[in-house]
DNA sequence: CACTTACGTAAGCAAACACTTACACTTGGC
DNA sequence: GCCAAGTGTAAGTGTTTGCTTACGTAAGTG
């Protein structure tokens, strides 16, 4: 989750992930979308959307098709949406934890 | 809004986003939170969110207190929420782009 | 006024990152 | 078997990032 948040901050690769957002699409046309980089720049950052698991690979011929993958995005959203929401609930253990290094740290030294 | 999300990509800033979630709490308390680093490495994160706007600082003598701020927060949430649900509608436009693209790059080379 | 508390900030450093160019590797058609 | 198409990968480069130590500074305290 970690992994996709880092890919995710990367406008390029989210400019990525919404070309393949519904459809597959083979490496060089995604790489042919942008102007301004090299194919090995793209190819680069399918290897890091594809390790995040944003997207999955599936080859055909010397051809391989990426898409979305819906399933670790959908993840993606309850783990954000957990994070905003949860703050609140689990703030009083944070505070209480908190409170105990505090004590010890000023007891050590 | 590309600031936020960068800056959300850090665990640590994640964790610190947390602390202040709900209350205010000075610089110290916070670098307190954490034993593995320095203040002065809190004090830089800080800075990141503040930059962000995920965080806002009152100050309060030589203290500066910092909370969540939970209207950009909101903002990056709404963003994400877009960007999960766009890509199906916006897909036809960026295709058309994309074959116009296209075909410039075949006639022009 | 000296001293302490609570901070930011400058400088430097190693690791990570987003690129590039050059090359290697598969796959399928002739 | 040879060649072209489609693609990953290795090596190198400049920039950014997360950190450290050291110093600077503003606000309260005696």
Redesign the pocket.
């Known amino acids: 989750m970690d992994a996709a948040l880092?890919a995710l901050?990367?406008p390029?690769r989210r400019e990525i992930l919404r070309l393949v957002w519904s459809r597959e699409l083979?490496?060089?046309?995604i790489a042919d979308h942008f102007a301004?980089?090299?194919?090995?720049?793209i190819?680069?950052?399918?290897?890091?959307l594809k390790e995040a698991a944003l997207v999955s690979?599936r080859r055909d011929?010397?051809?391989?098709?990426y898409r979305a993958n819906a399933d670790t995005m959908n993840e993606l959203r309850t783990f954000l949406d957990d994070y905003w929401t949860s703050g609140l609930e689990r703030l009083r253990d944070v505070a209480e934890a908190d409170e105990a290094r505090k004590r010890q740290k000023k007891g050590r030294h």
């Open positions: 880092k901050a990367e390029r083979p490496a060089t046309d301004e980089v090299t194919r090995s720049a190819s680069q950052h399918l290897s890091v690979e011929g010397t051809r391989r098709l």
